[in-house]
């Protein structure tokens, strides 16, 4: 037969195979010698699934075939594939589809067969975690992460708040000031620094961020070793099912999935006030900041305020904290006035009970000028300050109001954006699952966000039943004088205990490396709380001194096996070490005892 030259005759063309595609659940155009087309056919053979198939070599218009295919799916090769009207496409891709387990959906007659088993829409530690770990189990994957710029324009790669704007330089700059201290502590135990010492803020700065860069690299590394596909763009539902994909540079894609983990994280929140987002800073700028912030007013009570409010003042800043009513909401209130105090001790001055109502920029700068004009929360009172440096740190709002999770139907909590879950992170929408800091009434920690999207890939992809633990999980509040908790604050464990049924062992001490530089005796502490009713189990663990997460992170396993104060008498302390002060708590708070200690 010649070569179709007329619409009709096209046209015709085009119906027919069409029809051929309509009516059979599985068609193949083929070529009766081709290997791979012989690979595709034993594929559904060993499948017992039967199929049409046409072979172009056999028939008399199988070039006209061919060239019809090419117009109408953009594939001139054979093996062409069609299951269930979905075009598959050539030997690989349909060997792919079948490896993936799209291919088995199609063919069960799921009208519902997606482009992946689960997308996941967040790049932090969590998102992260789960998507690697569903890869591991043989599922398609998919990442998305998308960082929308802060006010002063700061952005970030792949990792999430933790590994770029959080934990990790945090924690770097930490170290920095602890550093400065160290370097006043050696001339006591017999350095002799000739240099005048200072601190090179650009130094810090490009230290960290160089190090959170090869992070972001890690992770993209690792994403790509696991198939993991990752796309550096922001998603929002349109239906369920459906999510849309918007580029830096606006290109629009559609994606599919059969489920998905949200783990979008939050951002600090600014105050609302004039001046807040055009002349402040947040902890999203401060870490890759290019300039020293210079003296630096924080406002808030949060570990994030006291944290960078220590460190600033470690690397020689003026630094003054407002706060609104109370430091570390949420924490043992006896420890955290104590980690303040200690905090004023050194320098630190504290507004209490003030917030501020404008901020307006007197000198432009790097850093510039800034007055701060704030009232008291107890009165009429004013006052007015000036700073180089204004850190906003009152707090952070879920990332969920804009990706479409009405469209989804997922529930969310109008007040601040958390997302409700069941005990295995499902959210009412069945195939939608949420994880991190997103959560309602969970932990905001990196390595409770980590743990938990593991186990919910376990769980939906492995057959596991092992659900995340959110009782009994220690942290640190790296301030100067670092505070590790695990357990119960004081305050919540009478309310769910009363006072009658606790029995708290508490004690300050020294450490042995403060006692050469004769500083801060007797300012560290030390505190559990006993369930009485329960064998005096340890219920609540409390460490205000050095290396407060070290310490913790032990304590904290001893608490997940459940201690009791028996055992703890019963472990030998090691000596001299500040952890040994819990093997060795005789005093309670109900007997009034000094707590004080005179020496090792």
Not at 10 to 23: G, Q, T, V, Y
Not at 54 to 78: A, C, F, H, P, R
Not at 445 to 450: D, G, K, N, R
């Amino acid at each position: 037969m010649p070569p179709v030259e007329n619409d009709t005759g096209k046209n015709d063309l085009k119906s027919r195979i069409a029809e051929l595609i309509d009516s059979n659940q599985v068609m193949l155009f083929s070529k009766s010698y081709c290997p791979f087309c012989v690979k595709v056919k034993d594929l559904f053979k060993g499948l017992n699934v039967e199929y049409k198939v046409v072979e172009l070599d056999l028939i008399e218009d199988g070039t006209n075939y061919q060239e019809m295919l090419l117009e109408m799916t953009g594939q001139k090769t054979v093996p062409n594939v069609f299951v269930n009207k979905k075009h598959i496409g050539g030997a690989d891709s349909t060997l792919k589809a079948y490896e993936d387990g799209f291919l088995q959906k199609l063919l069960s007659g799921d009208s519902q067969a997606y482009d992946y088993d689960l997308i996941v829409i967040g790049g932090g530690s969590g998102g992260l975690a789960c998507s690697k770990e569903a890869a591991t189990l043989g599922k398609k994957v998919m990442v998305l992460d998308y960082v929308v710029p802060t006010p002063k324009g700061t952005t970030w790669g792949l990792g999430g708040t933790c590994v770029n704007v959080g934990c990790i330089p945090k924690k770097l700059m930490h170290q920095t000031a602890l550093l400065g201290t160290a370097l006043q502590d050696a001339r006591m135990y017999g350095w002799e620094l000739d240099q005048q010492v200072k601190h090179n803020w650009e130094t810090m700065k490009s230290a960290v961020n160089d190090y959170i860069s090869s992070l972001n690299w890690g992770y993209r590394v690792a994403l790509r070793d696991k198939k993991v596909q990752y796309v550096n763009a922001f998603a929002e539902f349109i239906e369920p099912h459906k999510i849309k994909t918007v580029s830096k540079r606006g290109k629009e894609t559609f994606y599919t999935a059969d489920k998905f983990v949200l783990a979008t994280g939050e951002r600090p929140r600014y105050l609302g006030i004039p001046g807040d987002k055009e002349y402040c800073i947040t902890s999203d700028d401060l870490f890759s900041l290019p300039y020293c912030p210079g003296k630096t007013l924080v406002i808030g009570a949060s570990y994030v305020a006291l944290e960078c409010g220590g460190f600033l003042a470690g690397l020689g800043l003026e630094v003054t904290i407002m706060v609104r009513s109370i430091l570390l909401r949420g924490f043992d209130q006896e420890m955290a006035n104590r980690a303040g105090e200690h905090m004023e001790e050194h320098g630190i001055k504290f507004l209490r009970k003030y917030v501020p109502t404008s901020i307006e920029e007197l000198e432009a700068g790097s850093p510039g000028r800034l007055k701060v004009t704030a009232k008291s929360t107890e009165g009429d009172d004013t006052i007015e300050g000036e700073y180089n440096t204004v850190l906003i740190a009152v707090g952070r709002d879920a990332c969920t109001d804009k990706i479409g999770l009405h469209k989804a139907g997922v529930k969310v909590n109008p007040k601040n954006g958390k997302i409700p879950v069941n005990d295995e992170e499902q959210t009412n929408v069945p195939y939608i699952y949420a994880i991190g800091d997103i959560l309602e009434g969970k932990w905001e920690l990196t390595p409770v966000a980590i743990q938990a999207g593991k186990l919910l890939a376990r769980r939906l992809f492995g057959g596991s039943k092992v659900k995340c633990d959110y009782i009994n999980v220690p942290t640190t509040v790296f301030t100067p004088l670092e505070y590790g908790a695990c357990g119960l604050s004081e305050d919540r464990a009478m309310e769910m205990y009363g006072e009658q049924n606790l029995e708290v062992y508490h004690s300050l001490f020294w450490p042995l490396e403060f006692t050469v530089p004769k500083r801060d005796n007797n300012k560290c502490f030390a505190k559990i709380i006993c369930n009485k009713l329960d064998s005096d189990r340890v219920i609540g663990f409390h460490y205000l001194g050095p290396n407060a997460g070290e310490v913790t992170q032990g304590f904290s396993a001893a608490m997940k096996c459940g201690v009791t104060k028996e055992q703890l008498d019963g472990t030998i302390g090691i000596h001299p070490t500040c952890a040994e002060i819990f093997t060795t708590l005789e005093v309670t708070k109900s007997s009034g005892g000094d707590i004080a200690q005179a020496g090792c």
